[in-house]
């Protein structure tokens, strides 16, 4: 009897461990959930906000919000150069589509599918499953959301998009979009 009652000791002792474990993983996640949700809430909807509010500090990882920068900058110099040029009529290089996804058109609809956290607690991938529903048939995608820990808060760093865009990822294709500027 005192046998089971060891087993049975040290299994609970075990499966205690191992939910405090889960619940700090599940605060992790939480927070990159969070993180997620506060790009898309702030820069899914519209372009105009890519303009019009600035990058956080908070949100993007230095690089990434560096990248972010050049292209804008890039934009805006465009729109000067047309402004005082001979053709101010002609169209300036402007971000079009949905910067922050793979299909132009944007979305309708996300939703957070998975979040996948390094073992080393330092970068966190979440896959991002996307709805647009304005054509027939519907299109469906997932782009994968990478973000880095620093200090105590996670920061997006990336997003790789899904086959259908032009461009394999953000970071390549706000460079691109920066260089055809110049």
Aim: with cysteine; glycine share 4%; proline share 3%.
């Amino acid at each position: 009897m005192k046998k089971i009652f060891l087993c049975l000791g040290i299994f609970l002792f075990l499966a205690a461990c191992k939910n405090n474990g889960s619940r700090a993983n599940s605060a992790e996640e939480t927070s990159v959930i969070q993180k997620v949700n506060e790009l898309y809430r702030l820069y899914g909807g519209s372009n105009d906000a890519l303009y019009n509010k600035p990058f956080s500090d908070s949100l993007f990882s230095p690089e990434l919000k560096r990248t972010l920068e050049e292209a804008l900058n890039a934009s805006k110099a465009d729109i000067e150069k047309v402004k005082h040029s001979d053709h101010p009529d002609e169209k300036p290089l402007l971000f079009e589509g949905a910067v922050f996804s793979s299909l132009y058109e944007g979305y309708n609809s996300y939703k957070i599918k998975s979040v996948v956290i390094n073992p080393s607690g330092t970068s966190a991938d979440a896959a991002v499953t996307f709805e647009y529903m304005m054509s027939q048939p519907k299109v469906i995608w997932t782009d994968k959301v990478h973000l880095i820990k620093s200090g105590q808060e996670w920061k997006i760093d990336n997003i790789s998009f899904d086959s259908i865009a032009n461009s394999k990822d953000l970071k390549a294709s706000l460079k691109n979009f920066a260089q055809s500027v110049k």
